[in-house]
């Protein structure tokens, strides 16, 4: 415990890349961890890897658009660690096309999963922070808000996240809440390995051309997200509320 009360923590697609790395750093700040995701196999994995470095974890397999198994994975949260306090909604997909490719489906799995996913969580979990009057709310939104080729529906997914993000954030304030958006820009994870086998480039190429207009001159890590959803989520960052932070190592373009 490093001068932090232990938590419960909850985070979303924690089965690998920005998830999995939030789900060890918040273990390693002595907060106990679900690891939620679709896979239980996957999300075991990283529990492994989080009591082996000593910290509490538990596997928790749950498709956050689906109301009856949210619900049912926080009765489990409660009954394993107690009431959750944090909450990291990071779970995503993306189906990319362009706008006159892109099926009503394509468009329909990214709302379910960004949208619907992050309010059935939320909702589910609110009932617990507002008794415990104290909660921490992350977010994953992306640069791809602000408008990205081939993603209308993942960058409408991810501006909507910052709506609900700002709405939140008013409603549950007064409860000890905070509820705060992430915005990464590019992170080298399996979804933007799957972005550039998309676009037929190899994930080094891909990545060269990311990084190149990248002005720190590398790409994100999900070490680098998860250190900032760290800080949003501890009890220092009390006054911080209803803000969308960009990672994006202040890439432009
Ligand atoms: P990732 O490697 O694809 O991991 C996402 C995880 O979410 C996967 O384990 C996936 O499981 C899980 N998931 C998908 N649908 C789910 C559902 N309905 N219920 C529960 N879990 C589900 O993605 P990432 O790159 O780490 O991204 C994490 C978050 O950051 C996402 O919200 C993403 O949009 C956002 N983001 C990423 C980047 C980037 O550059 N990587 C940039 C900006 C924002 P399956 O593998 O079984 O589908």
């Known amino acids: 415990m490093q001068g932090q009360t232990r938590r419960v923590a909850i985070v979303t697609g924690a089965a690998r890349g920005i998830g999995a790395a939030t789900a060890r750093h918040l273990a390693s700040q002595g907060h106990a961890v679900a690891v939620l995701d679709l896979d239980l196999e996957a999300c075991d994995v990283v529990c492994e890897e ?3 470095a000593g910290g509490e974890a538990v596997a928790i397999s749950a498709d956050v658009a689906d109301e009856a198994a949210v619900d049912a994975a926080i009765v489990t949260v409660v009954e394993t660690f107690g009431a959750p306090t944090i909450l990291v909604n990071n779970a995503g ?3 990319d096309n362009l706008l006159f490719k892109m099926t009503a489906d394509d468009w329909d799995s990214v709302m379910r999963v960004h949208l619907r996913g992050a309010f059935l969580m939320t909702q589910a979990v609110q009932k617990h922070m507002v008794s415990e009057r104290y909660g921490r709310i992350v977010n994953l ?7 990205n080729r081939g993603q209308a529906n993942y960058a409408a997914a991810k501006a909507g996240i910052q709506g609900f993000t700002k709405t939140i954030a008013i409603e549950l304030g007064p409860f000890g809440v905070t509820a705060n958006a992430v915005a990464p820009g590019f992170v080298q994870t399996e979804m933007t390995e799957a972005t550039a086998a998309r676009l037929g480039m190899s994930f080094t190429d891909f990545t060269a051309a990311a990084v190149a207009k990248i002005p720190v001159g590398r790409g994100g890590t999900p070490e680098d997200i998860a250190a900032l959803v760290g800080y949003l989520v501890s009890e220092s960052a009390g006054y911080v509320s209803g803000q ?3 990672a994006d190592g202040a ?3």
């Open 93 to 95: 997909i993306t189906r």
């Open 50 to 52: 989080i009591v082996a």
């Open 141 to 147: 939104s992306s640069t791809s808000a602000r408008g």
């Open 244 to 246: 969308i932070i960009y």
């Open 251 to 253: 890439r432009r373009g």
